[in-house]
């Protein structure tokens, strides 16, 4: 019989911490936190092979779940001495659910489940507080409608709204227990006129009914969209957690909170959390009431009046204390705690591996190995490179002035600009249409994933530091402002005001997220120091990586940033880059315009020196690291004005009549320019363009190796070949060229002639053509574009279709398409070391940069990857974990 349902509690499960795809994330900390003997309200859990069974089978369980879920309640009325539905002392739970992967928010919670009219009874006679029964059957009811029977919350909302109105109360605390019941009456009635039917009073009823909730749950349109954003299949299921409940809101003894065992935003090693007496753990994400510190050191540095949980409840403190340095030392990893104070005895709830800054993971890992907790290998595993780029956020610039418009909490660091928008929809419209903006919230709920996900930062109003906003924003990497409480918002107007200047909807601000400051306008920015924790951590990578990583290059300053970012040469420069220059247009349009080969000639003489000093400095900055020139690449009408008024512009300009710019324009203009007259084919017609290039090449080669005393080898690469004889008919023109120039200068020339694979032709031919190339680089812009017969300028107008749909599970112009452009590349990395077993080869496409495809680039053995200067770090973090998963 298939186990469906796994026990906890008094010290003991059934489950344990390395269960996480059958338990959920959730269940099998409980499990694991059970089996150390930490305290743990008893409970069970239902696995997410139930959750997948659910769904193949039209949301029927399976047949032996009841009678398990029945032995499992048993259990956890042998250790509560309580029983579900009990008349006298009734067992009360949580219905939580718990993938795994944690899904913040993401899926619905039922809590105080069990109470009913005649259980609340025997709640109030047992905690001895009939207001605080009559409280949590309210908001029992009320969750359940909202959750289970699929009522509005703020129907009910409304209900207690207006009998606060009516009966002159402010705040919730104000109400009695005789308030609350006839609240209750109230709701029920609600339920009763929404449903047809009574407030289920079956405890049984309201379990079953809760669990199908939380399952439903998991295709709710939120999850799918996180799923989607994060990556996290439809397939592994949520699990659903059943768990005794305890209340930190059973008065000035109880309490509820959330701490992380270090800095989640900084990474110091220090307890760090929030909490708030009398409450339930909602009240504290919320952020209704303002949380007090953990500690008596972070109340000081806070210079908060509220007292810590240190000097509140020193033995619950104390306790709490050693089981998080426990837990940390036991999963050798920062921890994310929820706890819970009843009558002062201590509780955990939950407990997981920390989400923190990528700045807070650099301290943490490099910290971690000096405590001796970690290894360097692991620690370079504890870094998702794509997260590197937080650090290569811009910061304000420190001379900068700052304008104040208000000030919260430091909640994600980095700073962001952009123009104020209200809402996450305004928020993804402006992004779409291209304008950066800054999304100001009272608070964020899951339903603004998207808009947070669009927008540069995030500002709120209202909530602390592990508020919704808070969390979210840090493990999106941007930078975030909560609680900036002396805003308020408009929303209706578009505006917000603090201390008498408002602001409105399309107004530029500044927020840093480091200090907690909001700006009005646009404050310069400069970008961060890469020394410390981040070069340790890169040192320990470059050890143990195998592929190189260039950049894809063309300016001065673009090969400096790359240097500085450790990239070992330049992969790509695209020498038509160069030829946009306000300096050498006119050549370059002179050229395109040449009605004979000698007027053509004449024109790249002009181009020939200035191409020749790019060279050079490209070479100098790079002091003998390889460096791979691409030839003319692009279709020529690239080159040419557009609009009328350019036209006429470029006309008086050059000294030429309009209608030979315009006549030239319509003789090149093509239907599918992308697989027109480009690449080798310009050479092929045009093979005095490719001479001048590598003649310039050469040239600045002899310089720059005279000037650096390094020896420089240029690799001279051939775009869009399909065709072996293209590329010998290029290949021969190189050497007759480098003959001339070592023939004139005395100096004898090392270059190496390849190709770019981009064409699915090429891929198979690749035997053919290593021949005659020395090295491929893997153009997997235009291999993605020709392989899917997919145009990559008008792709992104469906593609999200594609994705939405699940027809395809990336984009591939972002992800290397294993199954299709990976075996493309796959294949002549084949045929190419057939032919040439020491061929060298490398990619240069946007792939290149991402941490996936360089994962794939380690399985098919490339000698590099290239990518774009300011993801060199990314590269090189990815390439080292996929050495290191690669060898395992
Ligand atoms: C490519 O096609 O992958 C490539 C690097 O070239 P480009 O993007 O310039 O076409
Ligand atoms: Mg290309």
């Known amino acids: 019989m298939t186990k469906w349902v796994y026990t906890f509690g008094d010290g003991a499960a059934e489950g344990a911490a390395e269960m996480k795809a059958l338990l959920g994330g959730k269940g099998a900390n409980l499990a694991e936190m059970s089996n150390l003997g930490i305290p743990v309200p008893p409970g069970f859990t239902i696995t997410t092979e139930v959750c997948t069974a659910f769904y193949a089978n039209e949301r029927a369980y399976p047949a032996e779940l ?46 105080n489940l069990g109470l009913n009219d005649v259980t609340v009874e025997a709640l109030a006679k047992v905690a001895g507080d009939e207001r605080f029964a009559y409280d949590s059957y309210r908001r029992f009811i009320q969750m359940y409608s909202n959750v289970v029977l699929d009522l509005e919350h703020h129907d009910f909302e409304e209900i207690l709204e207006d009998y606060k109105e009516h009966n002159g109360y402010v705040l919730d605390t104000d109400l009695t227990a005789d308030d609350w019941k006839a609240v209750i009456v109230s709701y ?4 009763e ?52 409940m305890v209340f930190g809101n059973m008065g000035e003894t109880s309490a509820t909170g959330v701490a992380f065992s270090r800095n989640p935003s900084t990474g110091e090693k220090a307890l760090y959390g929030e909490f708030l007496v009398n409450a339930q753990g909602e009240d504290v994400v919320a952020g209704i009431r303002t949380p007090q510190n953990l500690t008596e050191a972070a109340r000081i540095q806070a210079e908060s009046d509220k007292p810590s949980l240190e000097t509140v409840m020193p033995a619950a403190y104390a306790e709490f204390v050693a089981i998080c340095e426990r837990l940390e030392k036991h999963y050798r990893d920062m921890q994310d705690v929820e706890f819970t104070v009843e009558r002062g005895k201590l509780w955990m709830l939950q407990c997981r591996i920390g989400k923190r800054t990528t700045k807070a993971a650099l301290k943490m890992a490099v910290d971690m190995v000096a405590e001796g907790l970690i290894t360097s290998t692991e620690a370079i595993g504890r870094i998702d490179p794509a997260g590197l780029d937080q650090l290569l956020h811009p910061t304000i610039d420190p001379k900068a002035e700052r304008k104040q418009f208000a000030h919260g909490l430091p909640a994600s660091p980095g700073a962001a600009c952009g123009e104020i928008v209200f809402t996450s929809e305004e928020a993804e419209a402006a992004t779409q249409a291209g304008r950066k903006v800054v999304l100001v919230r009272v608070e964020t709920s899951p339903e603004d994933i998207h808009g947070m996900h669009a927008s540069e930062g995030i500002l709120t109003t209202r909530g602390g530091m592990t508020s919704h906003a808070a969390v979210v924003a840090r493990g999106m990497g941007k930078p975030c402002v909560s609680g900036a409480g002396a805003i308020r918002i408009d929303y209706a107007a578009g505006t917000m005001t603090a201390e008498g200047v408002t602001l409105k909807r399309g107004d530029k601000i500044t927020i840093d997220g480091s200090a907690g400051q909001v700006l009005i306008g646009a404050v310069p920015m400069s970008r961060p120091e890469l020394s410390g924790d981040f070069a340790k951590l890169m040192g320990w990578a470059d050890d143990v990586r195998r592929m190189k990583v260039r950049a894809n290059a063309e300016t001065p300053a673009d090969a400096k940033v790359a240097r500085s970012f450790g990239a070992e040469g330049i992969g790509l420069c695209r020498t038509e880059h160069m030829f946009f220059d306000e300096g050498r247009i006119v050549a370059v349009r002179e050229m395109i315009l040449a009605d004979t080969e000698a007027e053509r000639r004449e024109a790249l003489a002009k181009l020939l020196p200035m191409q020749r000093k790019d060279f050079v400095d490209l070479f100098e900055i790079m002091h003998g690291l390889p460096v791979t020139i691409r030839l003319l690449d692009p279709p020529l009408h690239e080159f040419l004005p557009k609009t009328e008024a350019e036209i006429a512009e470029v006309s008086a300009a050059m000294g030429v009549p309009a209608a030979k710019l315009k006549d030239r324009a319509e003789a090149l203009h093509e239907f599918n320019p992308m697989l027109g007259h480009r690449g080798v084919r310009l050479a092929i017609s045009f093979p005095e363009i490719y001479e001048m290039q590598v003649r310039a090449i050469f040239e600045a080669a002899i310089q720059a190796a005279k000037e650096t005393g390094e020896h420089v080898v240029p690799e001279i690469m051939v775009p869009l070949v399909g065709i072996k004889a293209e590329l010998d008919f290029v290949k021969t023109r ?9 023939d004139k200068t005395g100096v004898t020339l090392d270059y190496h002639v390849g190709t770019m694979i981009e064409l699915p032709r090429a891929a198979i031919t690749a035997d053919k053509i290593a021949e005659t190339a020395e090295f491929f680089s893997f153009g997997t812009n235009d291999l993605t574009q020709t392989t899917f017969g997919l145009s990559r300028d008008d792709a992104s107008k469906f593609l999200n279709y594609y994705l939405k749909g699940g027809i395809l599970e990336h984009d591939p112009f972002v992800t290397i398409d294993k199954e299709g452009v990976g075996s493309m590349i796959e294949l002549a990395a084949e045929r190419g070391r057939k032919t040439r077993p020491n061929i060298k080869l490398g990619i240069c496409g946007e792939h290149g940069g991402d941490p996936a495809s360089v994962k794939f680039c380690e399985t098919v053995g490339l000698d590099y990857v290239s990518c774009s200067p300011f993801r060199v770090p990314i590269a090189r973090l990815a390439a080292a974990q996929a050495a290191l998963e690669h060898k395992k």
Not at 734 to 742: G, L, N, P
């Open 66 to 111: 009841a009678s398990q879920v029945d032995d499992a309640l048993a259990l956890m009325s042998r250790i509560t001495g309580k029983n579900f539905g009990d008349e006298a002392d009734p067992l009360l739970v949580s219905v939580r659910s718990g993938a795994r992967a944690s899904m913040p928010g993401m899926m619905d919670t039922v809590l």
């Open 188 to 191: 029920k009635a609600l339920v």
């Open 193 to 244: 006129r929404a449903m047809g039917k009574p407030f289920p009073q079956d405890p049984r009823q309201q379990l079953w009914g809760s669990i199908g909730a939380v399952f439903g749950s998991w295709m709710n349109a939120r999850a799918v969209t996180y799923r989607r954003l994060h990556d996290i299949p439809a397939s592994w299921g949520t699990a659903v957690n059943v768990q005794a």
């Open 734 to 742: 190189i050497d007759a060229v480098a003959k001339e120039v070592a």
